[in-house]
């Protein structure tokens, strides 16, 4: 139980404290000059990925032609709030982040009943056909359809225009499957043998014992699906038709296309727009994000330890 | 006869725990029981027997096994429209054998060449850059003392990897602009501004710019997880043999990676020609078909944006068959060469 909960390869900050090359009693003059060095260059590095970040809070809160002039990079210059009334005074920007917030409900619902049930299965080690199981899930990772088989599918079931061409295609995250499965086949069999001996089918082991003893693994997929979800832009911006059924990130997407020069992409109902204000970008921009920064701190760990769970070789 | 007879009992016992009632049927008991005569039995006789014990499973995967079949297996299947003739509202699988028409097509058209040029430049370029930079960043971070500060850097750096794709794409776009800060550095120090998202030259490094903002924290991840299952006193017996910082780093931290590197190498090598397709759809334009249109995006405005639904499949399953031929020789290569291998 210990190796296969998550929490347990949390703290990598913590194991790497031990490990790495042996600290000497004295470090030699090379060795202090390189910490320095290199102490510094993280700085520096951090520095620079946070950056973009900053910049863009700062142009959110600056007015526009502080940031057609170039004026605006770490601190904000005419500073106001009237972009974000703009912004979230718009209907269909409020429309869309409803979408979002449906979109992804909706698909991590199915998603997780998917992946949950089917890399229970495939964990079972004396379950005959287990290997045809895993194989046809792995093989989608390394050849698929492609674009236009998929698209011409999605046609043809009548998706278009609906819930289902979003949420029903991308259910199931092979990565995702493949780090439930090493959790799944970690999990005590003494416990399952135990409540097979008391009665408890299938069903009753899987519901009553397996899930309720998985949360944490449970939390981790809800998260990397959620986030997948949040994220996604492509399958709703090729399926759908009209700029009331957009999720937010289509939003984004045909406000900076409008902006660039001489889009021919197939473009939504921003096109109409031939100019869009910098600032007006750039505070759309921090409203998408910010579920996914605010909630980040928490989260972090648990995608670090879903990812390392997953890295474990079957 | 007899192991014919031995399967119907067993058929029997099995039936009436299930007639009884879930509560009393018990699995473990069963499941000894049905192992003991199993091994005198044929596969295909054992079948029925092993379905009635794990039929709860198996109900588990018909709606896996329907996404699996319909939304990956079928447009598997529907490539084959690359050699047919397709009629929108038709058949998805095509109505009349064309042969290699599309084929052909595709190798006389000379902008299929550019954009596999383009998709082959970037791809390697992305390889050769970006791989190595998770790496030493691993080992730097290794190197930190305060873990604090090493905290404080993972936190920050794993950030991007959370971004939406269009974030990103909306990031560049600002840092880039004509007053955007990149451009107000470059003014600081004497150069001119440059219109960066229309000069196609220029959009190899703003790709792999971006490629690095978003991947490089978050690929140290696995790194980090290896270097903490090197064993300590291969330090210690490198030290006594005289080893200095550099060569115990260069000859056992790096081995004791090593196998960590090849695995994520050959995925990479595997993906090496899907070439980010979502971030060149948001960066590029026209003005940068030149060197940022790729196979995914040729494909994706002769497919979905005119409707050559044939042609387009015909270069992307060309596109697929070579990832799946890079990522089955580059796997066989090293499990003879080094013995890492994926599976």
């Known amino acids: 139980m210990v190796a296969t909960n998550p929490e347990s390869v949390t703290d990598i900050g913590e194991l790497i404290e031990q490990t790495g090359p042996s600290r000497g009693i004295k470090d030699t003059r090379g060795y202090r000059i390189f910490r320095w060095i290199n102490g510094t260059f993280l700085i520096v590095m951090m520095f620079v990925m946070i950056y973009p970040f900053i910049n863009l809070i700062a142009q959110a809160f600056s007015s526009e032609g502080y940031i057609n002039s170039g004026q605006v990079n770490l601190w904000p210059r005419g500073f106001n709030l009237d972009t974000f009334q703009v912004v979230m005074g718009n209907s269909m920007f409020w429309r869309n982040y409803g979408n979002t917030v449906i979109y992804t409900t909706v698909a991590t619902a199915i998603a997780m009943v998917l992946t949950t049930t089917y890399a229970y299965v495939i964990s079972r080690r004396n379950l005959r056909g287990r290997n045809f199981f895993i194989g046809i899930a792995v093989f989608t990772m390394f050849f698929n359809g492609g674009l236009i088989p998929n698209y011409v599918l999605i046609k043809s079931l009548g998706f278009t225009n609906t819930i289902w061409a979003i949420v029903l295609p991308q259910a199931i995250s092979v990565f995702n499957l493949l780090v439930m499965k090493s959790f799944f086949e970690n999990f005590p069999e003494e416990l399952e043998e135990a409540a097979a001996i008391d009665g408890l089918t299938t069903y009753g082991i899987f519901f009553r014992i397996v899930l309720p003893l998985s949360k944490a693994v449970l939390a981790t997929m809800v998260l990397f699906y959620a986030v997948a979800f949040w994220n996604s832009w492509f399958p709703a911006f090729l399926y759908m038709d009209s700029a009331e059924l957009y999720p937010v990130t289509v939003f984004l997407r045909n406000l900076l296309s409008a902006a660039t020069t001489a889009d021919s992409l197939q473009g939504g109902g921003a096109d109409n727009l031939t100019q869009v204000a910098s600032n007006v970008k750039a505070v759309t921009m921090v409203l998408t994000v910010l579920p996914i920064i605010c909630l980040y701190p928490f989260i972090q760990k648990y995608f670090v330890s879903g990812v390392m769970l997953g890295s474990v070789k079957q | ?343």
């Open chain 2, 1 to 343: 006869m007899t192991a014919q007879k031995e399967t119907e009992t067993t058929v029997v016992a099995g039936g009436t725990g299930t007639a009884a009632g879930p509560e009393v049927e018990q699995a473990s008991p069963l499941t000894v029981k049905t192992t003991k005569t199993k091994t005198r039995l044929p596969r295909w006789k054992t079948l029925r027997r092993d379905i009635l014990r794990d039929w709860r499973l198996y109900s588990f995967v018909v709606l896996p096994l329907v996404f699996f079949g319909l939304f990956r297996y079928v447009p598997m299947l529907g490539n084959i429209i690359a050699f047919r003739r397709f009629r929108p509202g038709g058949s998805i699988f095509g109505d009349e054998w064309v042969g290699f028409h599309y084929v052909k097509m595709f190798i006389n058209d000379p902008t299929f060449w550019n954009v596999f040029r383009n998709t082959l430049f970037l791809g390697t370029l992305s390889l050769v850059v970006i791989f190595p930079l998770p790496i030493i960043l691993a080992l730097l971070l290794n190197e930190l003392r305060s873990r604090k500060f090493k905290r404080v850097v993972q936190t920050i750096s794993y950030l991007p990897h959370f971004m939406s794709i269009v974030i990103v794409a909306g990031i560049v776009f600002q840092l880039t602009s004509r007053n955007g800060t990149i451009n107000q550095l470059i003014e600081k120090f004497g150069g001119e501004a440059i219109p960066f998202m229309q000069l196609s030259e220029w959009f190899p490094a703003v790709y792999v710019g971006s490629e690095i903002w978003q991947t490089v924290g978050w690929g140290t991840i696995l790194y980090l997880a290896a270097l903490t299952t090197i064993d300590p006193q291969l330090y210690e017996a490198a030290r006594i043999d005289g080893a200095n910082r550099w060569q115990q780093t260069w000859h056992v931290t790096l081995p004791g990676i090593r196998p960590t590197m090849i695995v994520l190498l050959i995925l990479n090598i595997g993906t090496f020609m899907a070439v980010g397709f979502e971030k060149i759809l948001l960066l590029y334009n026209p003005l940068l078909y030149e060197r940022a249109d790729v196979i995914a995006t040729y494909l994706y405005r002769v497919g979905i944006v005119s409707s050559n639904f044939s042609y387009a499949t015909a270069i992307g399953l060309f596109e697929a068959l070579i990832g799946l031929t890079l990522i089955l020789s580059a796997n066989a290569i090293s499990r003879r060469a080094v013995g890492t291998s994926l599976w």
